[in-house]
Structures are given as C-alpha cells and as structure tokens.
Nanobody, 115 residues
Framework: QVQFVESGGGLVQPGGSLRLSCAAS????????MCWYRQAPGKQRELVAT????????TYADSVKGRFTISRDNAKKTVDLQMNNLKPEDTAVYYC????????WGQGTQVTVSS
C-alpha cells in the first residue's frame, strides 16, 4: 500500500506563492501518473493538476492554468505543486494521489489565501 504525506501549506496573502510537496512511500511511484486535488469547505474534492509517470506531460484545471505548476522527482518519490498568484478561491485542503484507482488519502495540507 502506498502512503502520501503532504506538506508546505500555510496562510498567504492574495497574489502570493506557496510550494506544496507530497512524499510517497511504498509502491512503485515511477509507474503512476500523479495528481494534486483540493477540497474547499462545503465542496467536493476536485482535481487540480496531473502529471504523467515520467513527467513529460501535465494538465491543469482551468481555474489554476497559468498559475500552478506540477512537477515530480521519481528518484525521491515526490510530487510538488508550485502555486503562484494565489487567490482567495484557492483556499482548500490540498491532497496528492495517483490518477485512476486511488490509494488511501493522506492528511492533506491546508492552504489559506486571505488578506
């Protein structure tokens, strides 16, 4: 079973930046396409960004396109999310997991964008 630990969240002002990191343990990380998801209060979890197993291709939700960048390091078993020009509507708990059949969710990391 694969486990994920997310980190890097915090409180930031609108227009600011944060870099989230997800560390995976167990499994064969380099064979999974990986995703970042987020869940805002009272809303369903949504897909934010996806990166293929080799890192060659990425896709983003329209709401974050041009502001967020997903990357991965298969040797370190990590996947990062660089978030720039943050907006209050980006406030959520952020999670990583693989694309397709998901493993158990980690605890997530809270991102709060507020002045």
């Amino acid at each position: 079973q694969v486990q994920f630990v997310e980190s890097g969240g915090g409180l930031v002002q609108p227009g600011g930046s944060l870099r989230l990191s997800c560390a995976a343990s167990g499994g064969i990380f380099s064979t999974y396409a990986m995703c970042w998801y987020r869940q805002a209060p009272g809303k369903q979890r949504e897909l934010v960004a996806t990166i293929t197993y080799g890192g060659a291709s990425t896709t983003y939700a329209d709401s974050v396109k041009g502001r967020f960048t997903i990357s991965r390091d298969n040797a370190k078993k990590t996947v990062d999310l660089q978030m720039n020009n943050l907006k209050p509507e980006d406030t959520a708990v952020y999670y990583c997991n693989r694309a397709g059949p998901r493993f158990t969710w980690g605890q997530g990391t809270q991102v709060t964008v507020s002045s």
